[in-house]
């Protein structure tokens, strides 16, 4: 059995991206291993929004500018983006607000840009970053084993994927057989486990079980989901109705009932981002549903219940007609889980949410490490992608735990479980904070963001100085 300083389990961006910080910081005797059979296409985009490009850049400067350039090329030279910004609009296609979508221009308000790229783009762009063979696909973790000085990491090659029930979309290639050819087992050992193995953690429900978090090993369902469709061909006249009104030139753009919000800043009600070029459109439409009223639910019934929360909502028939034409097997529905930041403090979830009991006798927050092990991203605080934060916390989870472990490297004391277990709670009292606010931030419903809020809480997520907090901790 291989020993290696770290293993990385999760080979998503904050899993490579805490590798390539200690890998350039001198810990080069570190692994990262991956569930997937092999590396390819998947996912959706990712923003880069300031606070990520500023923690990636703190991570590694080189690996920065390779991000910068593959978001370049990655939707922008496709021409996305018709116009260079996303509005929000009411009922009638009125603009409420718009955000600026230019690099330039958020550098000019919070000293760093932003940046859309695909999540494949990104996440093959920072495994070029690594040396080819300290990265490696077709490795599940299935346990982990406390030995005297280092953790034992049982993996298992060729095996059938289990469903994840949690992703945003599917994780393995319909195309591959799901029959275990040999199912290998195989074992490395590490000083330090890093968990970054997304929201359906298995380095979380291990180092969970049997411990007073064992319900919060799981991510709870935060009690939004979405329903969304793809690919409608629409008619001229329905199409050039669509953007007249909504997008005006755009490509996207996001439609709320702002008369609900203004009078009851507390309801939760449906917000529809449509899209679309030419005569092609999509949407996605996040709503407040239980998981009792998505159960089982597929093509036409789903499709039915998007326009009954829209005719609730006194959404327009251009927008009905819309779903109304989704093809039924392009329907897909997303249900959003989190991991609570904290459970002491006071996060505000809508009434469909179905969330764990906590004990009275819990005072104390979920721990995102237990001896020897700690938790980076989804894995200890994923949430839903309303606000676009949960790549760029994950980010800053990297660049704060890539400090305290080379710190502890240089200090000989990658062996000195004691002085882990500091530097895991350094952490966490650092990134806690800022991850209930932008918890709550992303479960409220933003359009209800007074022009002051909305400013408040930007300059509290896009302007810290990360660096300088990161400093602080020694």
């Known amino acids: 059995m291989k020993i290696y300083d770290v293993v990385v389990v999760g080979a998503g961006p904050v899993g490579l991206a805490t590798a390539i910080g200690l890998y350039n910081r001198g810990i080069t005797n570190i692994l990262v291993i991956d569930r997937t059979r092999a590396f390819r296409r998947v996912g959706q985009s990712i923003d880069l929004l300031p606070n990520g490009l500023k923690a990636?850049?703190?991570?590694?400067?080189?690996?920065?500018?390779?991000?910068?350039?593959?978001?370049f090329k990655s939707l922008e030279s496709n021409n996305f983006w018709r116009k260079p910004e996303s509005t929000l609009r009411n009922l009638a296609g009125t603009k409420i607000s718009s955000d600026v979508l230019e690099y330039d221009d958020w550098c000019r308000m919070y000293g760093e840009g932003r940046k859309t790229i695909g999540w494949y783009d990104l996440q093959t762009t920072l495994r070029k970053q690594l040396p080819a063979d300290l990265v490696l696909a077709n490795r599940r973790c299935v346990n982990l084993v406390e030995e005297s000085d280092l953790v034992r990491v049982d993996c298992l090659c060729n095996a059938q994927l289990e469903a994840n029930p949690y992703a945003y979309w599917q994780e393995h290639d319909p195309d591959d057989s799901d029959c275990e050819i040999e199912a290998i087992e195989k074992s490395f050992g590490a000083k330090l486990v890093i968990g970054a193995d997304g929201i359906n953690s298995t380095i979380r429900q291990i180092i969970y079980q049997d411990s007073a978090y064992a319900a919060f090993a799981r991510p709870e369902y935060s009690g939004f989901a979405a329903i969304t469709s793809s690919g409608i061909e629409l008619s001229n006249h329905l199409s050039n109705k669509l953007d007249k009104i909504f997008l005006e030139g755009n490509s996207v753009a996001t439609i709320i009932?702002?008369?609900?919000?203004?009078?009851?800043?507390?309801?939760?009600?449906?917000?529809?981002?449509?899209?679309?070029?030419?005569r092609t459109f999509g949407y996605i439409i996040h709503l407040p549903l239980s998981q009792q009223e998505l159960k089982q639910k597929s093509g036409q019934n789903l499709i039915n219940l998007a326009l009954k929360e829209l005719e609730i909502a006194d959404f327009p028939e251009t927008l009905k007609e819309l779903v109304a034409r989704s093809p039924e097997y392009r329907i897909v529905k997303r249900l959003y889980y989190i991991h609570r930041a904290s459970i002491s403090d006071n996060i505000s979830f809508p009434t469909t949410a179905e969330l764990v009991s906590i004990d009275r006798d819990l005072t104390l927050d979920p721990t995102w490490n237990r001896g020897r092990v700690v938790l980076v991203g989804d894995a200890a605080h994923g949430m839903p992608p309303f606000s676009s934060q949960g790549?760029?916390?994950?980010?800053?989870?990297?660049?704060?735990?890539?400090?305290?472990?080379?710190?502890?490297?240089?200090?000989n004391n990658l062996d000195n479980t004691e002085a882990m277990t500091l530097a895991f709670l350094k952490y966490e009292k650092l990134r806690r904070p800022i991850l209930v606010k932008v918890q709550q931030a992303t479960l409220k419903q933003h359009f209800s963001f007074s022009e002051t809020e909305k400013q408040k809480y930007n300059r509290e997520v896009y302007s810290r100085n990360l660096e300088e907090a990161i400093t602080a901790l020694v």
């Open 257 to 278: 009932n702002n008369s609900i919000a203004q009078k009851n800043p507390e309801k939760d009600s449906p917000r529809m981002v449509l899209f679309g070029r030419d």
């Open 391 to 411: 790549a760029n916390q994950g980010l800053e989870d990297a660049a704060v735990i890539t400090n305290s472990i080379a710190n502890l490297a240089a200090e």
């Open 56 to 71: 990636l850049k703190y991570i590694d400067f080189n690996t920065y500018e390779a991000v910068k350039e593959a978001g």
